[in-house]
């Protein structure tokens, strides 16, 4: 039966392809496709690893004292029925076989495929079981992991999956999970949470692929297998759709495509407006990797190097001095000369660490994580993590032109801590013999309180990189993860506007350097107005730049400027936009 699922539209685009339900515990397995002549030892390799717990159990069993309660070994009962049952293993082994799934992604399929029939027993106890099943796979995977040098060799997707590509359905996933979903085979993700500008949103966008989030009850609904459609436009999802429908999305997906390689083709041309005025298109990028694609796409440098990507998914350990400097020093020299400017750790809130301090275990349970001790304020909490980023950033900089920016601050106090930290750094440098050159200093504007005194910061730095996405947050005192209260999430607000529009004006008119670098700057929808406002620099996901440069070689900002005074005057600033905008852009084709 086909029906439809209604969320958040994040990344737009057309996805097609079969469900793969993962829980959000297990949204890092492994996931990837087996070779048909390895299909038998994958299998195998299953096979032992469940041997393997089952001996575990059955020692534990056996070594039970006397007067151990009866409970326990009822338990250890029930976990090795469910280690022998057909539709445990049997079941997981097929989709070895028919889709070519690794063991650990085939132990996952089956899974989901189980709870679901648990979920829908009558009886309780029999529906409490689930609990049991999950530590039973838990057990299996481990055994996997400690066996991961037998694995296969993984190979891609294309080989097996042909018309079949698959799409990931989860409650939710973590920043830090997202890194490994980058890598996957997934061609386009569904979540039961998050907003706009989650991070699980702004990776999907980085990614360039349909995403749909906050459905609420996607997980629930999906089948492990069904057919599913991403709409990334709408923000709808339809499952099992008709052959009708299935058609008309594939005809969109390939007009999709077309457009892509149209814009794809403004590469190499130069960002300039119609009158003359020339912007500056720099990329986002988490990862070191992400400065080929960001050249790729034609950015004139990176505007946003989200340096806390490097500290997630490594089991409690921080990256040392030495790691985080050859990961900074590779994204600078891949960018060959053109600007990098790499934001401090920004983490806490949505993107917490494996790892935590005693601060942080504080931190955990405050009531509101995103008013709490994170970017900047984690950091100097941490003085000794703080320098080592530093000391790498720095030792970068010999490499090529670094920029050092700073998110979330809102007092002078904290400015002039960062400035003494980083004469502290280069003394540091210098009597150890590392060469660094001069690093340019920005704050984030992404509290309101730093927009409003913007002049006072602009004394102590170099430039300012509006975060969009936090200042709307914070502005409009909502949680922008938070599904509940998305529909409030708006980057039209007359207040949110007018911050922007001030902090523009107050950096140019100080001579110092501005720039977007929320979703505000990749978004079409908004190239327009920012140029209006006088922003000459947008940072985005290298996937964002060809369709914001098209917008950019159409305008005319000395005209777009004119409209800027009504726009921020109006109570509907979008529908005034709407109509404005869309005069200036007919008056130069009236002139001819």
Not at 79 to 88: G, I, N, S
């Amino acid at each position: 039966m086909s029906f439809q699922v209604f969320g958040i539209a994040v990344s737009r685009g057309v996805a097609i392809g079969r469900a793969v339900l993962v829980a959000s515990s297990r949204v890092d397995v492994a996931h990837y496709f087996v070779a048909p002549d390895e299909i038998q030892a994958e299998i195998a390799r299953l096979l032992r690893a469940r041997d393997a717990v089952v001996q575990e159990l059955e020692t534990l069993k056996n070594e039970l004292p006397e007067d151990a309660p009866h409970e326990l070994a009822a338990l250890l009962d029930v976990h090795l029925m469910l280690l022998h049952d057909e539709a445990f293993t049997g079941g997981a082994s097929q989709w070895i076989v028919d889709r070519h799934y690794n063991a650990e992604w085939a132990l996952s399929a089956q899974l989901e495929v189980l709870a679901r029939a648990f979920d829908e027993m009558e009886d309780d106890y029999l529906r409490e079981r689930k609990a049991d099943l999950e530590q039973v796979v838990e057990r299996v995977l481990g055994a996997l992991a400690q066996e991961q040098g037998d694995a296969p060799t993984p190979v891609t997707p294309r080989d097996f999956a042909g018309e079949d590509p698959l799409l990931l359905v989860a409650a939710d996933i973590a920043p830090a999970d997202m890194i490994q979903f980058k890598r996957s085979v997934f061609r386009g993700f569904i979540t039961d949470i998050g907003g706009k500008t989650s991070h699980t949103a702004i990776v999907a966008r980085s990614m360039d692929i349909p995403a749909v989030v906050g459905t609420r009850e996607a997980s629930r609904l999906i089948m492990q297998d069904d057919w599913v459609i991403i709409d990334g436009d709408a923000g709808t999802v339809i499952v099992n759709p008709s052959p009708i429908v299935l058609e008309e999305y594939r005809f969109r997906q390939r007009q999709s495509e077309l457009e892509r390689a149209r814009l794809a083709r403004l590469r190499h041309t130069p960002a300039v407006t119609l009158d003359g005025e020339h912007i500056e298109l720099h990329a986002n990028i988490e990862m070191p990797a992400d400065a080929e694609a960001a050249v790729a796409a034609g950015a004139t440098g990176v505007g946003l190097f989200r340096s806390e990507f490097l500290f997630m998914n490594r089991d409690g350990e921080l990256p040392s001095e030495d790691e985080q400097f050859e990961a900074y020093k590779a994204a600078v020299e891949a960018m060959k000369g053109m600007p990098v400017t790499i934001r401090t750790v920004d983490v806490g809130a949505d993107k917490p660490l494996d790892r935590l301090t005693v601060n942080e275990l504080r931190h955990e349970h405050v009531l509101n994580p995103a008013m709490g001790l994170r970017a900047i304020r984690w950091s100097l909490a941490e003085p000794s993590m703080f320098r080592q980023q530093l000391r790498a950033i720095y030792r970068a900089s010999a490499y090529g032109k670094v920029r050092l920016l700073i998110p979330m601050v809102a007092h002078l106090s904290e400015v002039r801590q960062i400035l003494e930290t980083i004469k502290k750094v280069q003394q540091q440098l210098t009597d150890a013999g590392h060469a660094f050159t001069r690093v340019e200093l920005g704050v984030m504007i992404e509290i309101p309180a730093a927009a409003v005194m913007l002049p006072l910061l602009l004394r102590h730095v170099d430039f300012v990189s509006i975060g969009t996405n936090d200042l709307i947050q914070y502005t409009l005192a909502i949680d922008r993860a938070d599904e509940a209260v998305a529909h409030l999430y708006d980057p039209w607000h007359p207040a949110v506007l007018q911050l922007i529009s001030q902090s523009i004006a107050q950096a140019r008119a100080a001579g110092k350097g501005v720039s977007v670098c929320g979703e505000m700057a990749g978004d079409p929808d908004f190239t327009e107005l920012l140029l209006a406002m006088g922003l000459r620099s947008f940072s985005m996901h290298p996937s964002q730049i060809p369709a914001v440069k098209q917008r950019v070689l159409r305008a005319d900002a000395q005209r777009l400027a004119g409209a800027l005074p009504k726009l921020l005057d109006s109570e509907d600033p979008q529908a005034t936009a709407e109509r404005e905008l869309a005069a200036v852009r007919a008056a130069p084709a009236a002139a001819h």
